[in-house]
């Protein structure tokens, strides 16, 4: 079938299976590897990506069905400025071997937006796998800090 999504500002069309997963579509389809293929199973984090501006696992969500703009962590930033999470993430060394990263992120800037009171309840989906939490949730409070300035 044919679709059309549009993906970090961009309209792009393809054709995929009724079966495909956004992940993949993204993934395979669009070389854009931001998401990460953990367990494909939504027990991981590690594909989150924003659809209508909410976090969503990409691998439980097929790509035929989504009618929302597309933000993947590659579409948080400009070429010459990091979102301000992004940001946090590098300042806070919160990152170890950066598999579930872009995931994080995406549930980060979730988090900040909506200002959630509980980071670490509202991140839980999120798992690292070299236990980098106390780095995420102190980029998160960093970057809260600084959305809350602005």
Same mark, same amino acid.
């Given at each position: 079938?044919?679709?059309? $999504?549009?993906?970090?500002?961009?309209?792009?069309? $393809? #054709?995929?299976? *009724?079966?495909? #997963? $956004?992940?993949?579509?993204?993934?395979?389809? @669009?070389?854009?590897?931001?998401?990460?293929?953990?367990?494909?199973?939504? &027990?991981?984090?590690?594909?989150?990506?924003?659809?209508?501006?909410? *976090?969503? $696992?990409?691998? @439980?969500? @097929?790509?035929?069905?989504?009618? &929302? *703009?597309?933000?993947?962590?590659?579409?948080?930033?400009?070429?010459?400025? @990091?979102?301000?999470?992004?940001?946090?993430?590098?300042? &806070?060394?919160?990152?170890?071997?950066?598999?579930?990263?872009?995931?994080?992120?995406?549930?980060?800037?979730?988090?900040?937006?909506?200002q959630v009171d509980d980071v670490r309840e509202f991140m839980s989906g999120n798992l690292c796998r070299c236990a980098a939490?106390?780095?995420?949730?102190?980029?998160?409070? &960093?970057a809260r800090r600084a959305d809350a300035s602005l």
């Amino acid at each position: 079938m044919d679709i059309s $999504l549009e993906i970090n500002g961009s309209s792009r069309r $393809l #054709t995929v299976e *009724p079966g495909v #997963t $956004l992940l993949d579509a993204l993934r395979e389809r @669009l070389d854009i590897t931001g998401p990460k293929k953990g367990c494909d199973r939504g &027990q991981c984090g590690a594909c989150t990506v924003h659809v209508g501006g909410r *976090p969503v $696992l990409s691998c @439980l969500t @097929l790509a035929a069905t989504v009618r &929302q *703009p597309v933000t993947t962590v590659e579409g948080l930033s400009t070429e010459d400025t @990091l979102h301000p999470v992004q940001r946090a993430f590098a300042e &806070q060394d919160a990152l170890q071997c950066g598999f579930c990263t872009s995931g994080q992120i995406m549930s980060a800037v979730a988090a900040v937006e909506q200002q959630v009171d509980d980071v670490r309840e509202f991140m839980s989906g999120n798992l690292c796998r070299c236990a980098a939490y106390p780095n995420i949730v102190a980029a998160v409070e &960093q970057a809260r800090r600084a959305d809350a300035s602005l």
